[in-house]
């Protein structure tokens, strides 16, 4: 099965095929993994009728506070079976400067969350669920996941408002906490430091070092000697939840440790960062073999793609192709190009 990805970040990929796992507040529709009221009060009222009378209001308080912050470390690789849509080049590509990927998948992704999928290197099927998007006008929504099973909740992660169904959308779904590696934005990164200490108000950057402005009662700017980016960072994090780290442009790019005692830091640091909305961008390894296609944006730079990563795609050959807009109808039309070898 053909499935596909449109991003902005088509150059990126080919050096290191990897996709976003994107935090479900992240998304763009704020019902995204939502629960309606209805389904919420059914679930508390079939747990609490299983609680002894003494642990009842307790414990149903405690669960529903659950099933509001449902999905709250779910993350989301929206993928789509429609290709060549001009709407979604605009939309998610960067207004034609990305372009999309074709991925040939091993199994057909049907209706349901168990699709079983070779997209990724992470193949262990308890630790995602995978399937098509149901679409739901405004009465409907919720009815898919509305019975008393409290399992049904995995459901909601699949269903959205019937004005989206142009994008033909599959989703992969999985803890976000359990990316391969994550890239934080240095601005981001110092941006919460500074949201957390009145006195500085600004800051400048140098290479891997930052120079805090301070203000003192006088209303004095003050600034100080330049600080170590990763002391930053490890104040953040914490150094031991870190099992590697290094600086990739203006970016932050990490992995956790997730295999010995420090597993649970390293998910209090992940959780501290969600909850003061700090960006941050979980990413999850692609399976290489599986890129079949590369369709490139009418303003995409095809100087941007260097020949020698492309080796690593055994099944991709000589599939890259430029979309170029048509005057006739209005659609993309595609045409193979050559990627010229590196002299």
Not at 53 to 71: A, I, T, V
Not at 222 to 235: A, E, G, H, T, Y
Request: hydrophobic share 40%; glycine share 4%.
């Amino acid at each position: 099965m053909k499935i596909y990805k449109y991003t902005p970040h088509i150059s990126l990929f080919l050096k290191e095929p990897a996709l976003a796992l994107t935090p479900a507040c992240y998304l763009n529709d704020p019902f995204e993994a939502k629960l309606t009221r209805k389904y919420k009060d059914d679930a508390v009222s079939a747990y609490a009728k299983i609680l002894k009378e003494h642990n009842r209001e307790r414990f149903s308080k405690r669960f529903r506070e659950d099933l509001d912050n449902n999905g709250a470390y779910s993350g989301i690789v929206s993928l789509t079976t429609r290709k060549g849509s001009s709407m979604m080049m605009s939309h998610y590509a960067n207004n034609h400067r990305g372009g999309f990927l074709e991925f040939t998948v091993s199994d057909e992704i049907k209706d349901g969350i168990n699709n079983k999928i070779n997209l990724f290197n992470q193949r262990d099927s308890n630790h995602y669920n995978c399937g098509l998007v149901i679409y739901a006008g405004d009465n409907e929504r919720g009815i898919l996941y509305s019975a008393a099973n409290i399992a049904a909740l995995k459901k909601s992660f699949f269903e959205k408002g019937d004005e989206w169904k142009i994008e033909e959308e599959i989703r992969y779904v999985a803890d976000f906490r359990r990316a391969d590696y994550f890239i934080m934005p240095i601005k981001s990164l110092l941006d919460y430091y500074i949201s957390r200490i009145d006195v500085i108000v600004d800051y400048t950057i140098d290479n891997d070092f930052v120079r805090f402005i301070y203000q003192d009662y006088d209303d004095n700017k003050l600034s100080l000697r330049p600080k170590k980016i990763q002391d930053v960072f490890f104040n953040i994090m914490s150094e031991e939840c870190i099992e590697s780290f290094i600086f990739s442009g203006g970016n932050i790019v990490f992995e956790i440790k997730l295999s010995d005692d420090n597993v649970i830091f390293s998910m209090m640091a992940l959780n501290r960062l969600v909850k003061n909305n700090v960006v941050f961008y979980p990413m999850i390894k692609v399976n290489p073999s599986v890129l079949t296609g590369v369709y490139l944006g009418a303003r995409f730079n095809e100087k941007d793609i260097n020949h020698e990563g492309l080796c690593m795609f055994d099944n991709l050959k000589n599939n890259i192709y430029s979309c170029k807009l048509s005057d006739v109808d209005f659609s993309l039309e595609f045409n193979r190009i050559e990627i010229p070898e590196s002299i």
